[in-house]
């Protein structure tokens, strides 16, 4: 068995003025089109957003994802570090949030959570919803590898799991596929991540970022506001230290690197980080990677 230590730290939410709400993530201001001028087009709230206090269900509109992918550069949500439990769900309670798609405006969500993973030596995975989720284990039986249906497993890297996400009618539209790894490069040592497959049909739109070319995009990643500027070649982050400090006093983590070597800390002074494309960044237990260049549509 694999014991790994666990790192620190977790993201929290945030709140964007009604009618739409923002959930661990960010929000361009809204301009007002003059009747003179052609509407631009939409300005998403990246990734979870919901549409009032009182639904908990994080979802993202086709048209909203769109206009993300649409953009010459992204910042792609790939996973989230393990730490102590991790609760995978479509809510802003879940610690790891896999947004719906709406594509229409009668289209109705449970709120579910689907998996349950605590990272122990090694990691126990737990189902917690049949029917919109399922875990499958890899074994060999009689000398081949086949693939079994579980409800627990203590076989974290030999494990998928799979995710349904419906039309309006309630039919399964496509599949959200995760899996675990253990990376070396989180702060603090190694750590178990759970991972998005991003190149599965519809997913990685759920989970993008877009940045236009020497824009200033005002965001929210977790519990931190912070300021993205992409100039062609690099994106810079900055004004992060604001806001910084958690409820309890302490600071989540904010780190990036190139996914191999250990990854870097945010300066405390506030000082101004440059991601070149490929390069990860952490922010609480959220993983993203710059992205530049083309990416598939919704």
């Known amino acids: 068995s694999i014991e790994i230590p666990m790192a620190s730290g977790l993201g929290e939410q945030g709140l964007a003025p009604k009618p739409i709400i923002i959930e661990n993530l960010a929000q361009d201001s809204i301009s007002i089109p003059s009747s003179r001028l052609a509407p631009p087009p939409p300005q998403a709230p990246p990734l979870q957003a919901l549409p009032d206090v009182e639904d908990p269900v994080v979802y993202m509109k086709e048209e909203w994802c769109a206009s993300e992918v649409s953009r010459p550069a992204r910042l792609l949500q790939f996973g989230w570090v393990v730490n102590g439990e991790l609760v995978v769900g ?31 030596a090694p990691p126990i995975i737990e189902l917690l919803q049949p029917g919109e989720a399922r875990l499958e284990e890899t074994v060999r039986e009689d000398g081949r590898e086949a693939r079994r249906e579980v409800e627990r497993s203590r076989l974290p890297l030999q494990c998928r799991m799979w995710v349904v996400r419906c039309d309006v009618n309630f039919e399964p539209s496509f599949e959200i596929e995760l899996f675990l790894t253990v990376e070396n490069s989180i702060p603090g040592g190694r750590a178990w991540v759970l991972h998005t497959d991003l190149s599965r049909p519809r997913v990685a739109p759920l989970f993008t970022t877009g940045l236009s070319l020497n824009t200033p995009r005002s965001i929210r990643l977790g519990s931190v506001d912070l300021r993205l500027l992409y100039d062609g070649r690099t994106l810079a982050i900055s004004d992060y230290a604001q806001g910084w400090r958690q409820s309890d006093g302490s600071f989540p983590p904010l ?10 800390t945010f300066p405390a002074d506030g000082g101004t980080v440059h991601l070149h494309p490929g390069n990860w960044l952490l922010v609480g237990n959220q ?12």
Request: aromatic share 10%; proline share 4%; charged share 20%.
């Open 255 to 264: 780190a990036n690197g190139d996914g191999q070597s250990q990854m870097a």
């Open 287 to 298: 993983l993203y990677r710059f992205q530049v260049g083309s990416q598939d549509r919704v």
């Open 90 to 120: 479509n809510n802003r309670n879940a610690s790891a949030i896999l947004p719906e798609l709406l594509s229409s405006p009668d289209q109705a969500f449970l709120t579910l959570e689907y998996f349950r993973i605590r990272s122990q």
